[in-house]
């Protein structure tokens, strides 16, 4: 059985993730799809809840399995991807998946399921705000935070491929815009 999906997908440090809890948490029909990936956990992400920590050579098996509905090798060595398995789980337990992915994993997802799908691109105001927001998280070197910032420079020219384009120039705001835009596509 295949059911809705919404995707939301954003730039590195543009606030997908904020938004992302704000819907879960408001609305209990909504499940966050957990992502699989190869980069180590940081301090305080769980296995199996924030993400589906694995080896590399574990996600490439996968991958040659096609048990992935998208992957990506985001950064060098770095894959990401959204197992096929955890969007079942999710529509099992009568809900719909959430996927907070980068851009290219979206518009995969986008195009496998292009009938049952609601896709988000969050945009922060500007690169230098991201940049700042990037520095401001403390997790990141000043060599990553400079690739981040040039990917997103990169993957904000995607925002047309998908159904919305939100600007997060303030978090409220963009989060109640994105919640009337997810709310009208499942009729609620």
């Not at 879960?24 to 296995?47: D, G, H, M, Q, V």
């Not at 920590?53 to 048990?67: A, C, G, H, T, V």
């Not at 690739?147 to 409220?172: C, G, P, T, W």
Request: hydrophobic fraction near 35%; aromatic fraction near 12%; charged fraction near 25%.
């Amino acid at each position: 059985m295949i059911g809705k999906i919404i995707i939301i997908t954003a730039p590195s440090g543009a606030g997908k993730t904020s938004i992302t809890h704000y819907l879960l948490k408001k609305y209990p029909k909504l499940a966050f799809s957990i992502s699989a990936a190869t980069r180590p956990p940081r301090a305080e992400e769980k296995n199996g809840v924030d993400y589906y920590f694995m080896s590399i050579e574990e996600f490439r098996q996968k991958i040659k399995e096609d048990l992935f509905a998208e992957w990506e090798m985001v950064y060098e060595g770095k894959y990401y991807g959204t197992l096929k398995s955890e969007l079942q789980r999710i529509w099992n337990e009568g809900k719909i998946p959430m996927l907070d992915i980068d851009v290219h994993g979206a518009v995969h997802v986008q195009q496998q399921y292009q009938n049952n799908s609601l896709s988000l691109f969050i945009e922060p105001p500007s690169v230098e705000e991201l940049k700042h927001r990037l520095e401001s998280r403390g997790t990141e070197t000043a060599e990553t935070i400079a690739i981040r910032v040039n990917k997103a420079k990169y993957e904000m020219s995607f925002k047309q491929h998908f159904n919305y384009a939100v600007v997060n120039d303030d978090l409220e705001k963009a989060c109640n815009e994105t919640e009337k835009i997810v709310t009208a596509f499942l009729g609620w």
